[in-house]
Protein backbone atom coordinates (compact mmCIF):
# COMPACT_ATOMS: atom_id res chain seq x y z
CA UNK A 1 0.00 0.00 0.00
CA UNK A 2 1.42 3.37 -0.65
CA UNK A 3 0.95 6.86 0.69
CA UNK A 4 1.87 10.05 0.21
CA UNK A 5 4.90 11.37 2.19
CA UNK A 6 3.63 13.05 4.41
CA UNK A 7 1.32 10.22 6.10
CA UNK A 8 2.70 10.08 9.22
CA UNK A 9 4.98 8.35 12.50
CA UNK A 10 3.26 7.82 15.84
CA UNK A 11 5.21 5.24 17.39
CA UNK A 12 4.80 4.56 21.02
CA UNK A 13 1.86 3.92 23.49
CA UNK A 14 0.29 6.31 25.20
CA UNK A 15 1.46 7.41 28.77
CA UNK A 16 -1.19 5.24 30.29
CA UNK A 17 0.37 4.14 34.07
CA UNK A 18 -1.62 0.33 33.50
CA UNK A 19 -2.22 0.53 29.98
CA UNK A 20 -0.28 -2.63 28.24
CA UNK A 21 1.31 -1.64 25.26
CA UNK A 22 3.55 -3.24 22.89
CA UNK A 23 4.21 -4.74 18.93
CA UNK A 24 2.72 -4.30 15.64
CA UNK A 25 2.48 -5.29 12.18
CA UNK A 26 0.45 -3.60 9.49
CA UNK A 27 -1.69 -7.11 8.75
CA UNK A 28 -2.00 -7.29 12.02
CA UNK A 29 -5.31 -4.77 11.60
CA UNK A 30 -6.07 -6.93 8.36
CA UNK A 31 -5.12 -10.12 9.51
CA UNK A 32 -5.55 -11.44 13.15
CA UNK A 33 -4.62 -14.81 13.35
CA UNK A 34 -3.99 -17.18 16.07
CA UNK A 35 -1.48 -18.77 17.02
CA UNK A 36 1.25 -16.16 15.91
CA UNK A 37 3.78 -17.55 13.58
CA UNK A 38 7.68 -17.84 14.66
CA UNK A 39 7.97 -14.81 12.07
CA UNK A 40 7.08 -11.69 14.35
CA UNK A 41 6.58 -9.59 11.52
CA UNK A 42 3.16 -11.95 10.94
CA UNK A 43 -0.47 -10.67 11.67
CA UNK A 44 -0.30 -11.03 15.02
CA UNK A 45 2.59 -9.23 16.25
CA UNK A 46 1.22 -6.41 17.76
CA UNK A 47 1.85 -6.19 21.39
CA UNK A 48 4.67 -9.11 21.24
CA UNK A 49 8.39 -8.70 21.69
CA UNK A 50 9.97 -7.92 18.57
CA UNK A 51 12.56 -10.94 19.87
CA UNK A 52 9.79 -13.07 20.82
CA UNK A 53 12.27 -15.78 22.27
CA UNK A 54 11.45 -18.79 19.20
CA UNK A 55 12.36 -22.53 20.41
CA UNK A 56 14.17 -24.82 18.27
CA UNK A 57 10.71 -26.40 17.28
CA UNK A 58 9.68 -23.01 16.13
CA UNK A 59 6.89 -21.67 18.83
CA UNK A 60 7.24 -18.42 20.52
CA UNK A 61 8.01 -19.13 23.85
CA UNK A 62 7.00 -14.98 24.68
CA UNK A 63 3.51 -15.84 24.25
CA UNK A 64 3.25 -19.02 25.69
CA UNK A 65 1.50 -20.70 28.79
CA UNK A 66 4.89 -21.29 30.13
CA UNK A 67 5.60 -18.27 30.09
CA UNK A 68 2.23 -16.78 31.73
CA UNK A 69 2.41 -19.47 34.30
CA UNK A 70 6.25 -18.72 34.70
CA UNK A 71 6.38 -15.10 35.59
CA UNK A 72 3.17 -15.72 38.13
CA UNK A 73 4.81 -18.07 40.13
CA UNK A 74 8.08 -15.79 40.33
CA UNK A 75 6.10 -12.82 41.86
CA UNK A 76 2.95 -14.29 43.38
CA UNK A 77 4.50 -18.04 44.46
CA UNK A 78 1.31 -18.49 46.51
CA UNK A 79 -1.27 -17.10 44.46
CA UNK A 80 -2.42 -14.57 46.94
CA UNK A 81 -3.59 -12.27 44.02
CA UNK A 82 -5.04 -14.11 41.78
CA UNK A 83 -8.24 -12.67 41.89
CA UNK A 84 -8.79 -8.54 41.78
CA UNK A 85 -11.07 -8.85 45.33
CA UNK A 86 -7.32 -10.88 46.51
CA UNK A 87 -4.81 -8.41 44.96
CA UNK A 88 -7.06 -4.89 46.88
CA UNK A 89 -6.88 -6.50 50.01
CA UNK A 90 -3.21 -7.29 49.80
CA UNK A 91 -2.29 -3.93 48.61
CA UNK A 92 -4.72 -2.11 51.24
CA UNK A 93 -7.21 -0.78 48.97
CA UNK A 94 -10.80 0.55 50.42
CA UNK A 95 -9.21 0.23 53.79
CA UNK A 96 -9.06 4.14 54.75
CA UNK A 97 -5.09 4.06 55.41
CA UNK A 98 -2.15 5.64 52.59
CA UNK A 99 -3.24 7.82 49.96
CA UNK A 100 -5.59 6.93 47.78
CA UNK A 101 -7.11 8.38 44.26
CA UNK A 102 -9.18 7.56 41.57
CA UNK A 103 -9.09 9.63 37.90
CA UNK A 104 -11.47 8.68 34.86
CA UNK A 105 -10.70 9.58 31.37
CA UNK A 106 -10.60 8.73 27.60
CA UNK A 107 -7.42 6.52 26.44
CA UNK A 108 -7.38 8.03 22.85
CA UNK A 109 -3.51 7.27 21.86
CA UNK A 110 -3.03 3.29 23.42
CA UNK A 111 -6.01 1.03 23.66
CA UNK A 112 -8.91 3.15 22.91
CA UNK A 113 -10.49 2.49 26.51
CA UNK A 114 -12.35 4.39 28.68
CA UNK A 115 -10.34 3.85 32.34
CA UNK A 116 -11.54 3.94 35.76
CA UNK A 117 -8.12 4.23 37.24
CA UNK A 118 -7.46 3.82 41.23
CA UNK A 119 -4.16 4.53 42.48
CA UNK A 120 -2.59 3.97 46.07
CA UNK A 121 0.27 4.79 48.04
CA UNK A 122 0.65 3.00 51.41
CA UNK A 123 2.39 3.96 54.35
CA UNK A 124 5.32 2.08 53.71
CA UNK A 125 6.09 3.52 50.23
CA UNK A 126 4.84 0.73 48.43
CA UNK A 127 2.60 1.42 45.18
CA UNK A 128 -0.39 -0.13 43.68
CA UNK A 129 -2.60 0.22 40.65
CA UNK A 130 -5.92 -1.44 38.90
CA UNK A 131 -7.64 0.48 36.22
CA UNK A 132 -10.93 -0.88 35.03
CA UNK A 133 -10.86 -0.77 30.91
CA UNK A 134 -14.44 -0.01 28.98
CA UNK A 135 -15.02 -0.78 25.63
CA UNK A 136 -18.40 -0.02 23.85
CA UNK A 137 -17.47 -0.95 20.09
CA UNK A 138 -15.07 -3.47 20.48
CA UNK A 139 -16.24 -4.35 16.40
CA UNK A 140 -15.17 -1.13 15.19
CA UNK A 141 -11.55 -2.59 15.84
CA UNK A 142 -11.08 -1.27 19.45
CA UNK A 143 -10.75 2.56 18.22
CA UNK A 144 -10.88 5.18 20.30
CA UNK A 145 -14.53 6.47 21.04
CA UNK A 146 -16.18 9.04 23.72
CA UNK A 147 -18.84 6.68 24.51
CA UNK A 148 -15.85 4.19 26.16
CA UNK A 149 -15.13 7.27 28.39
CA UNK A 150 -18.87 7.37 29.33
CA UNK A 151 -19.28 4.10 30.04
CA UNK A 152 -15.97 4.38 32.67
CA UNK A 153 -18.05 7.43 33.81
CA UNK A 154 -21.41 5.42 34.67
CA UNK A 155 -19.22 2.20 35.74
CA UNK A 156 -21.46 0.37 32.89
CA UNK A 157 -20.69 -3.33 33.59
CA UNK A 158 -22.16 -4.67 30.50
CA UNK A 159 -18.95 -2.73 28.51
CA UNK A 160 -16.28 -3.49 30.99
CA UNK A 161 -14.07 -5.52 29.34
CA UNK A 162 -10.84 -6.75 31.67
CA UNK A 163 -8.74 -4.66 34.43
CA UNK A 164 -5.03 -4.17 34.30
CA UNK A 165 -3.12 -3.57 37.48
CA UNK A 166 0.65 -3.09 38.56
CA UNK A 167 2.16 -3.27 42.32
CA UNK A 168 5.54 -2.11 42.79
CA UNK A 169 6.37 -3.69 46.06
CA UNK A 170 9.07 -5.99 47.07
CA UNK A 171 9.42 -9.32 45.67
CA UNK A 172 8.37 -12.67 47.23
CA UNK A 173 11.91 -12.99 49.59
CA UNK A 174 11.72 -9.23 50.43
CA UNK A 175 14.43 -6.48 49.19
CA UNK A 176 13.73 -3.40 47.02
CA UNK A 177 10.51 -2.89 44.85
CA UNK A 178 9.96 -3.26 41.63
CA UNK A 179 7.05 -3.23 38.95
CA UNK A 180 4.81 -6.41 38.87
CA UNK A 181 1.69 -6.76 36.59
CA UNK A 182 -1.65 -8.72 36.77
CA UNK A 183 -4.50 -8.58 34.70
CA UNK A 184 -7.95 -9.57 35.32
CA UNK A 185 -10.83 -9.99 33.12
CA UNK A 186 -14.49 -8.94 33.63
CA UNK A 187 -15.25 -11.31 37.12
CA UNK A 188 -12.20 -10.33 38.66
CA UNK A 189 -10.13 -13.76 38.09
CA UNK A 190 -6.25 -13.55 36.90
CA UNK A 191 -5.83 -14.16 33.41
CA UNK A 192 -3.22 -15.76 31.63
CA UNK A 193 -3.37 -14.40 28.63
CA UNK A 194 -5.30 -11.15 27.75
CA UNK A 195 -6.66 -9.77 24.31
CA UNK A 196 -6.26 -5.78 24.71
CA UNK A 197 -6.45 -4.66 21.10
CA UNK A 198 -8.85 -7.61 19.51
CA UNK A 199 -6.69 -8.76 17.49
CA UNK A 200 -5.67 -12.05 19.64
CA UNK A 201 -4.56 -13.11 23.11
CA UNK A 202 -1.33 -12.79 24.33
CA UNK A 203 0.69 -14.04 27.46
CA UNK A 204 1.25 -11.93 30.14
CA UNK A 205 3.44 -10.07 31.27
CA UNK A 206 4.09 -9.29 27.18
CA UNK A 207 1.44 -7.57 26.26
CA UNK A 208 2.73 -4.73 29.49
CA UNK A 209 6.02 -4.83 29.51
CA UNK A 210 6.76 -4.79 26.21
CA UNK A 211 5.94 -0.96 26.68
CA UNK A 212 6.85 -0.68 30.38
CA UNK A 213 10.58 -1.33 29.48
CA UNK A 214 10.64 -4.71 30.68
CA UNK A 215 12.93 -7.71 29.47
CA UNK A 216 11.22 -10.46 27.40
CA UNK A 217 13.73 -12.94 27.98
CA UNK A 218 13.90 -16.32 27.61
CA UNK A 219 12.66 -19.00 30.44
CA UNK A 220 15.34 -21.21 31.97
CA UNK A 221 15.72 -25.25 31.84
CA UNK A 222 12.94 -26.97 34.29
CA UNK A 223 14.45 -26.74 37.38
CA UNK A 224 14.39 -29.74 40.50
CA UNK A 225 10.58 -29.08 40.49
CA UNK A 226 10.08 -29.87 36.63
CA UNK A 227 9.11 -25.93 35.95
CA UNK A 228 10.74 -23.43 34.14
CA UNK A 229 11.70 -20.38 35.82
CA UNK A 230 11.34 -16.50 34.86
CA UNK A 231 14.91 -15.35 34.02
CA UNK A 232 17.07 -13.56 36.85
CA UNK A 233 18.07 -9.89 35.40
CA UNK A 234 21.76 -9.46 37.00
CA UNK A 235 21.93 -6.36 36.79
CA UNK A 236 19.02 -5.58 38.78
CA UNK A 237 19.24 -4.20 42.15
CA UNK A 238 16.16 -6.74 43.51
CA UNK A 239 17.93 -9.61 42.11
CA UNK A 240 14.42 -11.21 42.31
CA UNK A 241 12.64 -13.57 39.17
CA UNK A 242 10.20 -12.09 37.68
CA UNK A 243 11.88 -8.10 38.07
CA UNK A 244 12.13 -7.69 34.70
CA UNK A 245 13.33 -4.29 34.93
CA UNK A 246 10.04 -2.87 33.33
CA UNK A 247 9.19 0.71 35.11
CA UNK A 248 5.85 3.20 35.89
CA UNK A 249 4.60 5.68 32.86
CA UNK A 250 3.92 8.77 33.94
CA UNK A 251 0.16 9.78 33.20
CA UNK A 252 0.36 12.69 30.04
CA UNK A 253 -3.28 14.12 30.15
CA UNK A 254 -2.61 15.83 27.35
CA UNK A 255 -3.41 12.81 25.15
CA UNK A 256 -5.96 11.42 27.32
CA UNK A 257 -10.17 12.53 26.59
CA UNK A 258 -12.34 14.17 29.27
CA UNK A 259 -15.68 14.97 29.64
CA UNK A 260 -16.81 18.37 28.26
CA UNK A 261 -20.16 17.78 30.00
CA UNK A 262 -20.32 15.51 33.17
CA UNK A 263 -19.95 17.74 36.16
CA UNK A 264 -16.32 16.23 37.72
CA UNK A 265 -15.08 14.42 35.01
CA UNK A 266 -13.40 17.84 33.35
CA UNK A 267 -9.87 17.88 32.51
CA UNK A 268 -9.27 20.88 35.32
CA UNK A 269 -11.52 18.56 37.82
CA UNK A 270 -9.33 15.10 37.30
CA UNK A 271 -5.91 17.06 37.25
CA UNK A 272 -4.97 17.51 40.76
CA UNK A 273 -5.33 13.59 41.56
CA UNK A 274 -3.50 13.19 37.95
CA UNK A 275 -0.88 15.24 39.70
CA UNK A 276 -0.76 13.53 42.75
CA UNK A 277 -0.68 10.05 40.94
CA UNK A 278 2.61 11.37 38.84
CA UNK A 279 4.05 12.31 42.28
CA UNK A 280 3.77 8.41 43.00
CA UNK A 281 5.13 7.19 40.23
CA UNK A 282 7.87 9.70 40.63
CA UNK A 283 8.76 7.85 43.72
CA UNK A 284 9.06 4.72 42.11
CA UNK A 285 11.90 5.94 39.81
CA UNK A 286 15.64 5.56 40.99
CA UNK A 287 17.83 8.71 41.29
CA UNK A 288 21.41 9.05 40.03
CA UNK A 289 22.64 11.45 42.77
CA UNK A 290 21.22 13.37 45.91
CA UNK A 291 18.81 15.84 44.97
CA UNK A 292 17.27 18.66 47.61
CA UNK A 293 14.23 19.00 45.87
CA UNK A 294 11.06 17.29 48.19
CA UNK A 295 9.61 15.31 45.59
CA UNK A 296 12.87 13.42 44.99
CA UNK A 297 13.05 12.70 48.94
CA UNK A 298 11.05 9.42 48.59
CA UNK A 299 13.13 8.06 45.36
CA UNK A 300 16.07 5.77 46.42
CA UNK A 301 19.42 6.40 45.14
CA UNK A 302 20.34 4.24 41.69
CA UNK A 303 22.41 1.00 41.97
CA UNK A 304 25.53 0.64 40.20
CA UNK A 305 23.99 -0.75 36.92
CA UNK A 306 20.28 0.50 36.43
CA UNK A 307 17.99 2.58 34.60
CA UNK A 308 18.44 5.96 35.88
CA UNK A 309 14.66 7.21 36.21
CA UNK A 310 14.95 8.82 32.83
CA UNK A 311 11.26 9.88 32.83
CA UNK A 312 12.09 11.77 35.71
CA UNK A 313 13.01 15.02 33.67
CA UNK A 314 9.81 14.78 31.49
CA UNK A 315 7.97 14.82 35.01
CA UNK A 316 9.79 17.66 36.32
CA UNK A 317 9.61 19.65 33.24
CA UNK A 318 5.78 19.43 32.86
CA UNK A 319 5.17 20.53 36.07
CA UNK A 320 7.51 23.43 36.27
CA UNK A 321 10.42 22.04 36.78
CA UNK A 322 12.32 21.38 40.47
CA UNK A 323 9.31 21.90 43.33
CA UNK A 324 6.64 20.67 40.77
CA UNK A 325 5.14 24.06 40.98
CA UNK A 326 2.70 24.11 38.17
CA UNK A 327 -0.86 22.66 39.31
CA UNK A 328 -1.80 21.19 35.19
CA UNK A 329 0.70 19.29 33.23
CA UNK A 330 1.84 21.51 30.44
CA UNK A 331 4.94 19.02 28.14
CA UNK A 332 6.78 21.35 26.38
CA UNK A 333 10.40 19.25 27.38
CA UNK A 334 13.03 18.72 24.47
CA UNK A 335 16.07 17.35 26.23
CA UNK A 336 19.47 19.93 25.15
CA UNK A 337 20.97 17.87 22.92
CA UNK A 338 18.40 17.90 20.79
CA UNK A 339 17.96 21.67 21.00
CA UNK A 340 21.63 21.87 20.03
CA UNK A 341 21.28 19.03 17.09
CA UNK A 342 18.46 21.41 15.21
CA UNK A 343 15.87 18.87 15.91
CA UNK A 344 13.62 20.00 18.42
CA UNK A 345 10.93 19.48 15.65
CA UNK A 346 11.72 16.07 14.99
CA UNK A 347 11.55 15.36 18.72
CA UNK A 348 8.46 17.41 19.65
CA UNK A 349 6.55 15.80 16.11
CA UNK A 350 7.99 12.24 15.85
CA UNK A 351 9.90 11.65 19.22
CA UNK A 352 7.63 12.99 22.00
CA UNK A 353 4.50 11.97 20.61
CA UNK A 354 5.96 8.34 19.06
CA UNK A 355 8.73 7.25 20.50
CA UNK A 356 9.28 8.44 23.91
CA UNK A 357 6.92 6.76 26.40
CA UNK A 358 7.97 2.87 25.51
CA UNK A 359 11.36 3.87 24.86
CA UNK A 360 12.45 6.23 27.83
CA UNK A 361 11.44 3.02 29.91
CA UNK A 362 14.16 1.12 28.57
CA UNK A 363 17.95 1.05 28.87
CA UNK A 364 19.89 1.34 31.89
CA UNK A 365 23.36 2.87 33.52
CA UNK A 366 26.09 0.48 31.27
CA UNK A 367 23.85 1.02 27.93
CA UNK A 368 20.78 3.07 27.62
CA UNK A 369 21.57 4.65 23.87
CA UNK A 370 17.74 2.95 23.11
CA UNK A 371 16.34 5.57 25.41
CA UNK A 372 16.67 8.45 22.81
CA UNK A 373 17.12 10.96 25.53
CA UNK A 374 19.82 12.20 22.97
CA UNK A 375 19.76 13.06 19.37
CA UNK A 376 23.12 11.07 18.83
CA UNK A 377 21.39 7.92 20.09
CA UNK A 378 18.84 7.98 18.24
CA UNK A 379 20.54 8.71 15.14
CA UNK A 380 22.55 5.68 15.97
CA UNK A 381 19.38 3.68 15.67
CA UNK A 382 18.97 4.72 12.02
CA UNK A 383 19.19 1.37 10.78
CA UNK A 384 16.68 0.03 13.15
CA UNK A 385 13.97 2.17 12.78
CA UNK A 386 14.33 1.90 8.83
CA UNK A 387 14.07 -2.00 9.75
CA UNK A 388 11.56 -1.96 12.46
CA UNK A 389 9.24 0.86 11.57
CA UNK A 390 9.16 1.15 7.37
CA UNK A 391 9.93 -2.20 6.41
CA UNK A 392 9.13 -5.27 9.13
CA UNK A 393 5.94 -3.33 10.70
CA UNK A 394 6.71 -4.02 14.28
CA UNK A 395 7.08 -0.92 14.98
CA UNK A 396 5.01 0.68 16.47
CA UNK A 397 3.88 -1.71 18.37
CA UNK A 398 0.10 -0.67 19.54
CA UNK A 399 -2.90 -1.37 16.81
CA UNK A 400 -3.57 2.22 17.47
CA UNK A 401 -0.76 3.51 17.25
CA UNK A 402 0.23 2.06 14.54
CA UNK A 403 -2.98 3.11 12.49
CA UNK A 404 -1.88 6.77 13.59
CA UNK A 405 1.49 5.92 12.29
CA UNK A 406 0.48 6.11 8.92
CA UNK A 407 -3.02 8.22 9.25
CA UNK A 408 -1.91 11.29 11.11
CA UNK A 409 -0.37 14.10 8.46
CA UNK A 410 3.34 15.53 8.80
CA UNK A 411 5.01 12.62 11.04
CA UNK A 412 6.46 10.17 8.43
CA UNK A 413 7.99 13.00 6.55
CA UNK A 414 9.74 14.03 9.46
CA UNK A 415 11.08 10.59 10.26
CA UNK A 416 11.49 9.99 6.39
CA UNK A 417 13.85 13.07 5.98
CA UNK A 418 15.87 11.83 9.14
CA UNK A 419 16.47 8.57 7.65
CA UNK A 420 18.09 10.06 4.73
CA UNK A 421 19.92 12.67 5.77
CA UNK A 422 21.58 9.10 8.14
CA UNK A 423 22.35 7.78 4.52
CA UNK A 424 18.84 5.14 4.53
CA UNK A 425 16.24 6.36 2.31
CA UNK A 426 12.40 4.66 2.66
CA UNK A 427 11.38 6.64 -0.30
CA UNK A 428 9.56 5.34 -3.48
CA UNK A 429 8.56 6.64 -7.24
CA UNK A 430 7.37 10.40 -7.04
CA UNK A 431 8.57 10.57 -3.54
CA UNK A 432 6.14 8.42 -1.51
CA UNK A 433 6.71 6.02 0.90
CA UNK A 434 5.48 2.37 1.23
CA UNK A 435 3.76 1.16 4.39
CA UNK A 436 4.72 -1.69 5.46
CA UNK A 437 2.92 -4.74 4.10
CA UNK A 438 5.05 -5.42 0.23
CA UNK A 439 7.45 -7.88 -0.26
CA UNK A 440 10.87 -7.36 1.24
CA UNK A 441 13.60 -9.85 0.58
CA UNK A 442 15.81 -10.74 3.19
CA UNK A 443 18.67 -13.60 2.44
CA UNK A 444 20.31 -12.94 5.97
CA UNK A 445 23.54 -11.79 6.62
CA UNK A 446 26.95 -11.48 4.61
CA UNK A 447 28.69 -14.53 5.55
CA UNK A 448 32.14 -17.00 5.24
CA UNK A 449 31.56 -20.51 4.75
CA UNK A 450 33.50 -23.74 3.77
CA UNK A 451 33.33 -25.10 0.51
CA UNK A 452 30.52 -27.50 -0.18
CA UNK A 453 27.16 -27.03 0.12
CA UNK A 454 26.08 -24.38 1.44
CA UNK A 455 22.47 -23.85 3.26
CA UNK A 456 20.79 -20.51 1.72
CA UNK A 457 17.18 -18.83 3.59
CA UNK A 458 14.72 -16.02 2.85
CA UNK A 459 12.70 -17.31 5.82
CA UNK A 460 13.66 -13.97 7.62
CA UNK A 461 11.90 -12.47 4.07
CA UNK A 462 8.68 -10.22 4.89
CA UNK A 463 5.62 -9.94 3.13
CA UNK A 464 6.28 -12.89 0.64
CA UNK A 465 5.42 -16.30 -0.47
CA UNK A 466 7.50 -16.43 -3.99
CA UNK A 467 10.98 -16.62 -4.04
CA UNK A 468 13.76 -16.26 -6.92
CA UNK A 469 17.73 -16.84 -6.14
CA UNK A 470 20.23 -16.15 -8.78
CA UNK A 471 24.08 -16.36 -8.66
CA UNK A 472 25.46 -12.86 -9.60
CA UNK A 473 28.91 -13.74 -9.79
CA UNK A 474 31.84 -15.71 -7.93
CA UNK A 475 34.47 -18.89 -9.10
CA UNK A 476 33.13 -20.61 -12.29
CA UNK A 477 31.93 -24.23 -11.89
CA UNK A 478 28.97 -22.73 -8.69
CA UNK A 479 25.39 -24.14 -9.31
CA UNK A 480 22.04 -22.76 -7.51
CA UNK A 481 19.58 -26.21 -6.45
CA UNK A 482 15.68 -25.13 -5.65
CA UNK A 483 16.51 -21.96 -6.85
CA UNK A 484 12.52 -21.14 -6.73
CA UNK A 485 12.40 -21.81 -3.24
CA UNK A 486 12.91 -20.00 0.49
CA UNK A 487 15.57 -22.83 1.07
CA UNK A 488 17.59 -22.67 -1.95
CA UNK A 489 21.28 -24.23 -1.80
CA UNK A 490 24.75 -23.26 -3.03
CA UNK A 491 27.44 -25.78 -4.46
CA UNK A 492 30.80 -23.93 -4.64
CA UNK A 493 33.72 -26.60 -4.37
CA UNK A 494 36.46 -23.51 -5.14
CA UNK A 495 37.30 -20.56 -2.92
CA UNK A 496 36.26 -16.94 -3.46
CA UNK A 497 33.47 -14.47 -3.39
CA UNK A 498 29.94 -15.58 -4.44
CA UNK A 499 26.86 -12.81 -4.90
CA UNK A 500 24.20 -13.88 -5.08
CA UNK A 501 20.36 -12.07 -5.18
CA UNK A 502 17.40 -12.62 -3.97
CA UNK A 503 13.94 -11.46 -4.93
CA UNK A 504 11.17 -11.77 -3.02
CA UNK A 505 7.00 -11.36 -4.00
CA UNK A 506 3.69 -11.65 -3.04
CA UNK A 507 1.01 -12.17 -5.85
CA UNK A 508 1.71 -9.60 -8.58
CA UNK A 509 4.08 -7.44 -6.35
CA UNK A 510 7.79 -7.76 -6.36
CA UNK A 511 10.42 -6.82 -4.01
CA UNK A 512 13.71 -5.10 -4.49
CA UNK A 513 16.32 -7.41 -4.82
CA UNK A 514 18.61 -7.89 -2.17
CA UNK A 515 22.31 -9.56 -2.47
CA UNK A 516 24.42 -11.67 -0.37
CA UNK A 517 27.91 -12.37 -0.37
CA UNK A 518 29.31 -15.77 0.68
CA UNK A 519 33.10 -16.46 1.41
CA UNK A 520 34.06 -19.45 0.49
CA UNK A 521 37.26 -20.28 2.43
CA UNK A 522 38.68 -23.62 3.88
CA UNK A 523 39.79 -21.91 6.75
CA UNK A 524 35.78 -20.40 7.31
CA UNK A 525 34.44 -21.63 11.28
CA UNK A 526 32.29 -24.97 10.77
CA UNK A 527 30.33 -27.18 12.89
CA UNK A 528 30.82 -24.59 15.39
CA UNK A 529 28.66 -25.48 18.95
CA UNK A 530 27.85 -23.89 22.82
CA UNK A 531 31.53 -24.51 23.70
CA UNK A 532 33.06 -22.97 21.23
CA UNK A 533 30.76 -19.74 21.95
CA UNK A 534 31.39 -20.44 25.22
CA UNK A 535 35.38 -19.95 24.86
CA UNK A 536 35.27 -17.19 22.92
CA UNK A 537 33.05 -15.40 25.76
CA UNK A 538 35.27 -16.55 28.26
CA UNK A 539 38.71 -15.68 26.61
CA UNK A 540 41.11 -13.04 27.97
CA UNK A 541 40.05 -9.12 27.67
CA UNK A 542 36.90 -10.87 25.98
CA UNK A 543 33.05 -10.95 27.05
CA UNK A 544 33.25 -11.89 30.63
CA UNK A 545 35.75 -8.30 31.41
CA UNK A 546 32.60 -7.17 32.34
CA UNK A 547 29.50 -10.00 31.95
CA UNK A 548 30.46 -11.27 35.22
CA UNK A 549 29.80 -10.34 39.21
CA UNK A 550 33.06 -9.03 39.70
CA UNK A 551 33.30 -7.54 36.32
CA UNK A 552 33.73 -3.35 35.47
CA UNK A 553 30.89 -1.39 36.56
CA UNK A 554 28.25 -0.74 35.56
CA UNK A 555 27.73 -4.65 34.68
CA UNK A 556 25.28 -6.07 32.13
CA UNK A 557 22.14 -8.05 32.66
CA UNK A 558 23.71 -11.67 31.92
CA UNK A 559 26.98 -13.20 32.91
CA UNK A 560 28.60 -15.61 31.04
CA UNK A 561 31.01 -16.99 33.45
CA UNK A 562 30.60 -20.55 35.26
CA UNK A 563 28.64 -20.22 38.10
CA UNK A 564 26.19 -21.61 39.94
CA UNK A 565 22.71 -20.90 37.59
CA UNK A 566 20.27 -23.32 39.03
CA UNK A 567 21.18 -22.91 42.55
CA UNK A 568 21.73 -26.29 43.57
CA UNK A 569 24.92 -25.74 45.38
CA UNK A 570 27.20 -26.98 42.80
CA UNK A 571 28.74 -25.55 39.04
CA UNK A 572 28.13 -28.79 36.57
CA UNK A 573 26.93 -29.61 33.48
CA UNK A 574 22.93 -28.93 34.62
CA UNK A 575 24.37 -24.92 35.17
CA UNK A 576 26.11 -25.32 31.34
CA UNK A 577 22.55 -26.22 29.91
CA UNK A 578 21.24 -23.04 31.33
CA UNK A 579 23.84 -21.01 30.50
CA UNK A 580 23.21 -22.33 27.09
CA UNK A 581 19.78 -21.06 27.53
CA UNK A 582 20.48 -17.41 28.24
CA UNK A 583 22.49 -17.16 25.70
CA UNK A 584 20.65 -18.58 22.99
CA UNK A 585 17.87 -15.85 24.92
CA UNK A 586 20.32 -13.59 22.89
CA UNK A 587 19.37 -14.50 19.35
CA UNK A 588 16.74 -13.29 17.55
CA UNK A 589 15.84 -15.97 14.72
CA UNK A 590 13.28 -13.74 13.18
CA UNK A 591 15.51 -10.77 12.52
CA UNK A 592 19.13 -12.63 12.87
CA UNK A 593 21.33 -8.97 12.77
CA UNK A 594 19.46 -7.62 15.52
CA UNK A 595 20.46 -10.32 17.45
CA UNK A 596 22.27 -8.62 20.99
CA UNK A 597 24.64 -11.51 20.67
CA UNK A 598 25.76 -10.23 17.52
CA UNK A 599 24.68 -6.43 17.82
CA UNK A 600 26.24 -5.80 20.92
CA UNK A 601 30.02 -7.10 20.89
CA UNK A 602 30.42 -5.61 17.04
CA UNK A 603 30.04 -2.00 18.52
CA UNK A 604 26.45 -1.05 17.85
CA UNK A 605 25.27 0.14 21.36
CA UNK A 606 27.72 -1.05 23.10
CA UNK A 607 30.03 1.60 24.05
CA UNK A 608 32.36 0.75 21.06
CA UNK A 609 33.97 -2.49 19.72
CA UNK A 610 35.37 -3.72 23.46
CA UNK A 611 36.52 -7.01 21.82
CA UNK A 612 38.75 -7.93 18.85
CA UNK A 613 37.32 -10.32 16.28
CA UNK A 614 33.60 -8.71 15.83
CA UNK A 615 34.23 -5.84 13.41
CA UNK A 616 31.37 -6.45 11.19
CA UNK A 617 32.16 -3.96 8.79
CA UNK A 618 34.85 -6.39 7.75
CA UNK A 619 34.51 -8.26 5.10
CA UNK A 620 33.33 -11.76 5.68
CA UNK A 621 36.84 -14.11 6.64
CA UNK A 622 38.44 -11.13 7.53
CA UNK A 623 40.48 -11.64 10.73
CA UNK A 624 38.78 -8.71 12.00
CA UNK A 625 35.53 -10.41 11.96
CA UNK A 626 36.76 -13.81 13.26
CA UNK A 627 34.71 -13.98 16.10
CA UNK A 628 31.52 -12.73 14.44
CA UNK A 629 31.85 -15.00 11.60
CA UNK A 630 31.80 -18.09 14.24
CA UNK A 631 28.99 -16.67 16.24
CA UNK A 632 27.20 -15.65 13.06
CA UNK A 633 27.77 -19.49 11.58
CA UNK A 634 26.71 -20.91 14.83
CA UNK A 635 23.48 -19.18 14.78
CA UNK A 636 23.01 -19.86 10.91
CA UNK A 637 22.98 -23.83 12.00
CA UNK A 638 20.60 -23.05 14.87
CA UNK A 639 22.72 -22.25 17.20
CA UNK A 640 23.67 -26.35 18.25
CA UNK A 641 23.93 -27.26 21.79
Known amino acids: MIRPLHACLSFAIAAVLSACGGGGNPTDTRLPTQPPPPNTSGP ?12 PDGTVQTNSQAYADAYYRAIDPNAERDTLAKYKAKNGFETGSGTELNVIFGDRRDLGYGRRMYARQNPDGTLAFYVENYLVQAGAGYTYSPLNLD ?3 LRDGARLVGINAIEF ?12 FYNFNAAGVRQSFVNLDGQGPKAMPGPCISCHGGRGDALTPPDATGKPLFNLVQNGVSLARGDVQA ?43 PSASPEDACRRE ?29 D ?16 REVVATSCRTCHAMRGNAAQSDIDFTSYEKFAGYADRIKAHVFERGNMPLA ?76 PAGATLANAASANATLSATAEGTYVLQLVASRGGAQGAPKQLRVVVSATAPSNVHFADIKAIMQAPASCTQCHNPEGTLPRPPVFYTNYDRNGDGMVDATDDTWFYNEV ?5 FTDLVASPLLRKPSGHHHKGALVSGFNSDAVPGDPARVRYDTFLNWILAGAPQ
Open 399 to 474: KIVYDAFWDTPGRAQLLANFLQQQGYDVRGPADQVSEPGGPVADPGPDRVATPGTIALSASMSLFADTYAWSLVSG
Open 584 to 588: RSRIN
Open 44 to 55: TSFLLFPNPQVQ
Open 151 to 153: AAI
Open 302 to 330: AGGSEWLGTEAALIKNAYGGDGLPGAAWN
Open 332 to 347: TYVPLSWQAAGQSTLY
Open 169 to 180: SPGPNGGVSFPK
Open 247 to 289: HLHPFEPDVFDFSATRAGFSRAEQEPAIKAINRMILCSYPIAA
